[in-house]
């Protein structure tokens, strides 16, 4: 059996990983990425993630039939996986081999590239094998023909009449929004009786008025009892579906890595367990991205790159602890973005805090853009003024708030943002409003 050598040992081609690679082969270093699927090159992201699935929603809000936002996002898709590909694999001491790693050691790595074995061995190996979606044991689900996960609802040739979506997180909710712009009558079913729990309640009232207001029909609180070719049962009513997308979370990649065999432990919650340094319980070996938990997104696979790299190239002093400051996006439309605490957590927590709130219809740009649905929310600390934490549910909001985390994270009182030059007319001249809008 071939066995090849390597200083630096990457198992999946992830954000995290190719931007590892790339800094590995220009410190002089040579690298291997290992890749099950060629089509997977570049990760989630570009392939099945973020990527396509913005690119169809922006498709609907131009108005797009389903068949041309499908095309434009096999063109996306295309130019990012090339881009992924080549961003990495044409460093001169990076190379890529094809196939599932499984670990023998900490230090071997076997490598099944359709029944073809190979070995690797390495000095250092990095984890960033991603995450998949979780199939939910629902009665009539592995057998009904037209059950589908995020991928399969981006690569449909034909536009379904009615969708069914299972799960009421971020993929359930972009989704229903983007399917309901194509002209699909979706239906949300969720278990849980509280729609969005992580949001101020009254941030998710406004949202599910919104969602229900465009066509989304949303059933909370209800049990899912099976899944046939034409429908989904639950709560003892039947839902007519053409297509039935699960959107229940997604699992650590981990189940083919055979990690006990390189000593590598688990939290209990079946992530890779890291340190601070993301380094894992085996000193040779790290893990980065979704594969170790700690919340599910591009920007912080690409930060846990930032502090494995400082932690090989810089002086060190980059941790996973000092990433306090952490905003999302919910690309529903409008967008929901939050950075910091919100009124709920605030007062769990036993926080005081001023509140400044207000709706998004005064900002000059809703009307321009007629989207002039939404509401920004703000807490500020009465004793240093500077700002706890922001939601922001309005257009553009996904790139306001990254003005917001750049000032929490400097440490701006919030009267920098109220009196902050904004040009007109922009979506950010709203920080200036909201921060004159105080709820007393
Ligand atoms: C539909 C959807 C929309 C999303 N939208 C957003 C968004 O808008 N913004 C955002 O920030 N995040 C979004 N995410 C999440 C984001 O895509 C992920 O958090 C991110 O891509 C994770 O990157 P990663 O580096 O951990 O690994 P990944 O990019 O998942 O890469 C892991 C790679 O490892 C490979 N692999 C797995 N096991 C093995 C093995 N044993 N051997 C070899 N290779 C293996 C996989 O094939 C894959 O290519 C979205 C996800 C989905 C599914
Ligand atoms: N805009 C973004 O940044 C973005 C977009 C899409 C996905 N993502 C990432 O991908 C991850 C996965 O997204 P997701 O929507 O699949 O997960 P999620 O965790 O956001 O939501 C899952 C939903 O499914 C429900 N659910 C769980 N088990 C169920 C069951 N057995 N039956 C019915 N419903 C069930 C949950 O109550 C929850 O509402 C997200 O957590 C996020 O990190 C991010």
Redesign the pocket.
Known sequence: METKTFKNVIIGFGKAGRALAKSLSQHGEDVVIIEREQAMYGGTCPNV??AP?KTLIVAGHKNMGFKEAMTTKYKVREMLHNGAYHGAADEPLVSVIDGIARFINQHTIEVDNHGEISRVTGERIFINTG?T??I???AGIHEAKNVVT?EGAMDLDSLPEHLVI?????????FAGMFNKFGSKVTI????ETFLPKEDRDVAEIILNDLKESGVEVHLGVA?DKITDDSVVAGGKSYPANKVLV????RPNISELRLENAGVALWDNGYIKVDDTLKTSSDNIWALG?VRGG????YLSTDDFRIVNNQLFGDGSRLLSDRTIVP????ITPTLSHVGLDEQEAQRLGVNYRLFKMAAAPIVKTKVVQEMRGLLKALVDPETEEILGVTLYHEDSHEVINLVSLAMKMHTPYTVLRDQIFTHPTMGEGLNDLFQNEVK
């Open positions: 993630g973020c699935s995450a979606p979780v939910p044991e629902i995020s299972i799960g009421a997180g971020y993929i359930g909710l972009e079913l969720e278990p849980h899912i959107a229940t979370g997604r979704d919340g599910q997104f591009y999302y996006s919910v690309f």
